[in-house]
Every structure is written in structure tokens, then in C-alpha cells.
């Protein structure tokens, strides 16, 4: 009761431990911190409640402005006007800029927002500040979204009239372990414990399930299994989940994401509009900031119009004799943002193709997120599914109440009437793997590999008598090593001398049910039942900003003396 | 069979090394982990044979994708660690590996291969010391209370099941007869049996616990006969049957089919008409060309 409101962890940055220690002490929270808005709701002991702020809001702007002494949230803050949030006092987008380096192309997009994202393109993080009192104050985006949950937790509290420590965040599928490990960061800030992390869609196949187990219950049907396709699509980011739902338990059966959103469709319209919107901004002055607001309202108006009518006719005076005038159609919109939706038909595509699922296997198709009243999307959607959309779920809503009900889930907290009586199984959404065979990326644990799993593979040395080997993890998908997120790395060290593909090098991979990856990594020679060293366990991602630079350093300093190449197994599944 | 059943105990409880009691919670966490990934190292060979993956699901051999699914998901619900907690993540470590495997049919044929390979080597009934004689013993282990008398009186034929805590006959006129004869008129339940020595095989076969059809290792599991002599009756009927049908199908096929045709639908019938009694079939084949 005692805790200060804004708590900052130890720098350890370690929770598993902390997360054991006290396994259910209250229901977990859910929290979906969305790129544009974020909401909170949590097992009211019969159903799923969303907890409301002072202004009676259940969907809150997922900002922070910097404009008086304390920063002020979206979630107390009151706008007394949208361009408020656009006048650079106001950070938002932190999801989309979080753990992300200055080279990323996302961050690219994100110099066009009206606070300072400036970017030096070396690969270390973006520099990012508001606007305080014609003044660029920094400020980080863990610390921005910290600001923002200990608001929530605030609230959280306020209304359930108990502390508030543990949460089920939701998460898009195409974040990195590093991602991740930073939105950690800012719970640990805010004085959260992440009990667990769900992707966005498996929070939806969740709440799903729940749905299909209460239709079983109430009409004495066969609990046949249930297919669902889950497109997620919000402000920043694009989520694809194909799900197996039987009785309860909800098997995530292959994910798939990008970072694709309304902000992108948003921005290549205001380029449509703008053409020399790039140079117009440059600068970044305060009125350049005030017409660039202007720009971006306008047009987040005309594209929601667009979602009802076929037509808009867009006004803006941006001052200083600048003035846009125009008609815009539906069908110039879908063609101006063409590239994203293709993109958003191939991800549902592969989705299905990875998780072995035909369309005609398909019971429903749900369609959530902030953009799921694009008429292009529904029709992409029903288009590649053949199949209405799912009208059984608030769209909005969706990703809230499933990771509510994983948080219930989670605590150990039993529902008489069944309504708990659930389970996710999750998959991983990225592969796994280190850098071996020259410059390659082996995966030990693939993509789409239900959760927890645990799985080795043994490598072994590429000179003679090399005492030494250096375990570099990755993880992605893409063939080429340095084109994956580098998670970390350690030396092997103490390999007795031998020749060259003697020894065993066995590194294995464990991830438990709250993502925690361990890497294991020992050396036996042949015959011997013990390891030749100590045995290494290393908790991943161990790498900090700049990674980009980490990899490269090895290389420079190591070469190829450290190297390691794969054993072909032998009769091994 | 009985060596993968103790697993079966293990996953129950599962060892020390892999979940200790909360009060030692407080070790250092690398410790336990360094234990369970040595286990994956050096014990892989062990840990693999000692386990099946039916047995750890509670299904059957032959069970299909569907059984399989629902098996893993009831199970799953049990010890998956959203519920159970961090002690479930071995548990649902194991499930998940043999979900993936029997999901596959590929790699659920090389499992089949796998195991039925252990199985051969695992002697399934008693073995005959001397001549073969037309009686045999049997003992009757759903009669048997485990009082011991018979094997005190003629240990070098009969053996306790610590398992099931039953006796059974270990090796037939292991001992000498007078010996015999006194245990088998020790017996309190009167569960040691004389019977013909065509019988016994198929006796032996049907008095060992099969698993039973249904869901995990809770309430159900293994099975057997509550009648063993009526079973072994009806199942030599069914086996004579299909004798007779066989026989009547090659008749009528010989002059339209190559052989190799009729083999194929030889074995696409057995797998269509006879669907659990394939495994019993099969084994009975292996059993009488040995």
C-alpha cells in the first residue's frame, strides 16, 4: 500500500525469479496498449469488465504530453482540442518507436510526427523529444509508456479497490524479443509485473474460445473443433493468428505480423496530399508543426468518412497561401495505400499456409483493430476466406477481454459456472536460432513451435584444437544471419584439444509458458557421459541498444577463429 | 509394457529433479536448470526408451488424429503451467513433443517403428523349462489377492508383479512338481489355473492391463478382462473368423486379382472391417510364426 506511485525497478532487469516467487496473489490485469489507443479490463468474477476513466472512456488515446511540470497520460488528461495531442508537447506512437533502432524504417516514418524523432543511422536508438515551452525536452519511449501505466494502474486501482501489480500485456506478433524485453522495462518503471505477454490475436482466439465453450454449454452441441482465422489490424501494427478451438482450449496453430497500420495508411495519404510534405516539414518550426496537425487531421477525418461513403471532399487551409482542396474517392484511397493491402492479403495467405489449414477448414473469420471498418480490408478478408466476417466480437474491444480472461486464467482463478474453464496454447511467432555454417542462421527452435518447448541441436568445432566457440542468437526468419534480430551471445569456453568436428557443442533452447528463453549450451566429447566444462545458461535477449553494432564487432575482433558448424543427425526426429 | 508403465508413475509424480517441493524453491535457479538440461544431454537415450508417448497421452495405438487432439487438449488443461503453475512446464514439455510426433504421420510411423521394436525384445509370457508338456499353469491375476503363497512355496516359477502386486507365472515347471503342487494348492483364492498349453499363450496375452480407451491417465488407464477365460473363448472365435473370411475373400478373388492386388485389399479390409482387433491380429500372427 505503501509503494509510491511511480516505481522504478532495480536495473537487473530479471522478473522470472520475482515471478515465481509469488505465484497468484491477485488477478493480472489485461492491458491492451495500442498505438493509438489503449483500454484495460480484468475477470469481474462472472464476466469481463473494462474499467472506465474519470470521463467514463473504456477506449483511452494512448499519449503523453509534456506541456505543464508532471507529465499528464491520456488516460486522466483531458484534450481541449485534437491538436492538442499534434502541437510536439505530446509524445505518442510508443509502441510503434519502442525498441527500435535509427535505422529501422519504422522509426523513418515516425520523423514526420509532430514531436522530434531525429535519427543518426547507425543503429543505435532514435533520439526523441516533445516540445516543452519551445524547448526539445528528451525523453525515451520506455519512459513515455511508463508514464502511461502508472496512469492506468492508478486507475486500475482506483476502481477495484486493491493494489494492482500483475498484468497480461498485449503484444503485436512481429515484435523481437528485444521489443519486448524494452515494454517489460516500462512495467517494471510503472511498478507492473508481466505475468504474461500474449500476441494480439491469440488474445482474441481466446475470448473465442470462451464464446464457442459457452454456445456448447448452452445448446447441448458437440464440442467439434473449431477453426478461426484472426486479423488484427490497428494503428501500428498488422496481426495474423489461425487458431484451433475445442472445448476451452485454444491452440494457436501459426501467427504472422508486420508493422503495418493505420498510421501508414494514414501518412501515405497525407503524402498524396502533400506531395512535398518531406520538405515542407523539415525544419520542424512551431507553425510547420501547427500546419502539419492540420494536414493530419484533415486527413484521419477523410479516411474514416471513406469507411461510410464513397466519397469525401477534403478542405484545409494550411496558412502561409496553402490551401488543399480536393475530392477524394474511395477507390483513389485503395489505390494510393494499394501496397499495404497486398501486403495484408499475403501474411493472411501464408498464415493459413503455415498453419496447414485450408480456406474450406475455416469455421470463422474474425476481423479486429482500429482499421477493421475498411471496406478494402472486409473485402480482402471475405475475398480470401470466402466466409462472412464473425459478427460475435466487438472489434475494439476483442484484445482486452482475452487477455483479461488469460490474466483470470493465469491466477489460478476457477469460475463455478465453467467460464474459465479455458486454456492458450501458444506458438512461437519468430524462429530461433544462432549463426553457424559460415554466416548462416540455423533456427534450433522454428517459428510456429507450440509453447513451452524445448529442443537442442549439436554443433561442432571448424578448427583444430579450437578451445573456444562463440554461440551468437538470433531470431527470425530471414536466411542471411545479420537480416535477424540478434539476441545475444556467449563464448564457449574450455573445449578440451581435439581435432576439428570432434567435440559436441549441444546448444538447447528452453521457453517456458511465459516466453522466457534459456539457452543451454555444453560440450561433450564422444564417449565421455559428462560435460567437458560447466554447462552455460543464459537468459535471452542479453544485448542492449546498438545491437546492430554488437554483431559486427564480433565479426571484426573473432572472424571465423570462434566458428561452430551443424552435426548432421543421425536417425534423430 | 511394465517398464514403460513405471514411467507412467514418474509423470504421476513427477522425479525430484524436475520439480521440487515449494520449500526448496529457494535453491538457485540454475541449479534445477543445469539438472534438466543434463537430462537432455546424457539421459537422452534412456528417457526416449523408457517413455511412450501413447502411454503418456492415454490413448491407444491405434487411436486416430481426433482422439489424439482431444487427449493432449484435456491434458494440456491439467498441466499446462497457465494452470498447473512453473512445475507444469516438464509436464506440458512432454506433452507437446508427443502431440507433435503422433500428429505426424510420418513421424508417428517411425515412432510405431521405434517402440514396436522394444516391445519385441520385452518378453511378453511365461517361458518353458524342459520339455514342452500339454499343460501349463496360469494364474488368473484378477483372482489373485497377492498373498505370495505360491511363490514361497515354488519361487523358481513364479514371480510377483510389484506393479500390479500380483503373482504370474515366470517360468513353466520351474520348479519341481511336488513343489508346484503345493502352491498351487496353497492358493487361498484358488487363481492358479492347469491349463492346455495352445490356450496359454492367448491367455497371457489377455491377463496383461491394456489401456484402456479414453482420456489421460485419471480414472481410467488400463484394463483387462474381468473374465479372462470367456475373453480368450470369444477371441479365439474371432480370430477363426477371420480365418474363414480371409479364406473365403482370397477364394473369390484369386482368378480377377494379381497378388499383389489381393494383398492390397486383403490389408485395406483388416484395416477398414477389423480397426481395433488389427493390433490383437497382428500380434497373433507375429506370435504363432516365431
Known sequence: MAEPAYLVASDSETTAEEKSSSPFPDIAIGIDIGTSQCSVAVWGGSQVELLRNTRNQKLMRS???????????????QLAHEYEMLSGAAIFNMKRLIGRVDTDPVVHASKSLPFLVQTLNIGVRPFIAALVKN???????????????VELRAMAELQLKRPVRNVVLTIPVSFSR????????????????VLRLMPEPTAVALLYAQQQQQNVHENMGSGSEKIALIFNMGAGFCDVAVSATAGGVSQIKALAGTALGGEDILLNMMRHLLPDMDSHFSTRGIDE??????????????????????????????????????????EEFEDVNREIFEKCESLIKQCLHDAKVEVEDVSDVILVGGCSNIPKLRNIITGVCKREIYNGINPLEAAVRGAALEGAVASGVNDPFGSLDLLTIQATPLSIGVRADGNSFVPIIHQNTTMPVRRDVIFTTVHDNQAEALIIVYEGDEKAVEKNHLLGYFKITGIPPAPKGVPEINVCMDIDASNVLRVFAGVVMPGVQNPAAPVMEVRMPTVDDGHGWCAEALNRTYGSTLDLVTVQKKGAH | MLSSFSFHQQFFRPNPFQTHPPFNLNKPIWWRRQNSVLVVRCGRDKVEESKNYYELLGVCVDASAQEIKDAYRKLQKKYHPDIAGEKGHESALMLNKAYKVLMKDDLRKQYDASIGRISDNLRVGSIWEGPLRPQALFVDENA???????????????????????????VQYGDDEERIEISVDSCPVN?????????????????????????????????????VFMAAKSFNKQVKQQEENQQRYTKSTDEEETPAQAQARESAYRELKVGRFARIWSWMKRSTSQ
Open chain 1, 178 to 193: 528485444f521489443q519486448i524485453t524494452r515494454i517489460e522495462r516500462a512495467c517494471a518503471m510503472a511498478g507492473l509485473q
Open chain 1, 135 to 149: 524547448m526539445w525536452r528528451s525523453t525515451t519511449p520506455e519512459e513515455v509508456l511508463a508514464i502511461f501505466l
Open chain 1, 63 to 77: 499519449y503523453v504530453t509534456f506541456k505543464d511540470e508532471i507529465p499528464a497520460g491520456g488516460v486522466s488528461n
Open chain 2, 144 to 170: 489373485c489377492i497377492g498373498c505370495r503363497e505360491c511363490v514361497h512355496h515354488a519361487g523358481n516359477t513364479f514371480m510377483m508383479d510389484e506393479v500390479f502386486g500380483t503373482a504370474r507365472v515366470k
Open chain 2, 191 to 227: 487363481c492358479i489355473h492347469w491349463v492346455d498349453r495352445e490356450e496359454l499363450e492367448v491367455l497371457e496375452y489377455l491377463i496383461q492391463p491394456q489401456p484402456k480407451e479414453g482420456y489421460g491417465i485419471y480414472g481410467q488407464g488400463w484394463d483387462r478382462p474381468a473374465n
Open chain 1, 289 to 330: 508543426i501547427r500546419r502539419m496537425g492540420l494536414l493530419r487531421v484533415a486527413t484521419q477525418d477523410a479516411i474514416h468518412k471513406l469507411s461510410a461513403q464513397s466519397n469525401v471532399q477534403i478542405d484545409v487551409d494550411l496558412g502561409n497561401g496553402r490551401k488543399i482542396s480536393k475530392a477524394l474517392g474511395r
